[in-house]
């Protein structure tokens, strides 16, 4: 499994907007979410997922509220702001010319 700290820095929120855009969901679902998106790959720990979407909602980029989950528990769901919706672009360019020169240094052919 990969772990945050072995990801490219910001990655993370990237991920997490892009779940966002998708529907909102709270912590535990967008958590499950990656992993199921992923195929396992990815796997986000509490103690990294809750401070990276405090900092976006602090940001502006997604907005909470507390509901009522599927188990009947208070839950905070998250959403995606209008703001969050042009980092998301931004942040999905950089990471797409990112993970391109990335790719294009591995795929070169050894001596």
């Not at 991920?15 to 990656?34: D, E, S, V």
């Not at 992993?35 to 997922?49: H, N, R």
């Not at 599927?70 to 942040?91: F, P, V």
């Amino acid at each position: 499994m990969t772990k945050p700290a072995d990801l490219v820095q910001g990655t993370l929120d990237l991920l997490i907007l892009k779940i966002l855009a998708l529907q909102p969901l709270n912590g535990w679902a967008i958590n499950q979410r990656l992993k199921q998106i992923s195929g396992d790959v990815l796997q986000v720990t509490e103690g990294s997922l809750y401070p990276a979407l405090h900092k976006l909602e602090q940001g502006g980029w997604i907005s909470a509220e507390w509901k009522q989950s599927e188990n009947k528990r208070r839950a905070k769901y998250y959403s995606l702001t209008r703001l969050g919706r042009q980092r998301l672009k931004k942040e999905a360019e950089n990471w797409n010319r990112l993970s391109a020169a990335i790719s294009h240094i591995v795929q070169l052919e050894e001596a």
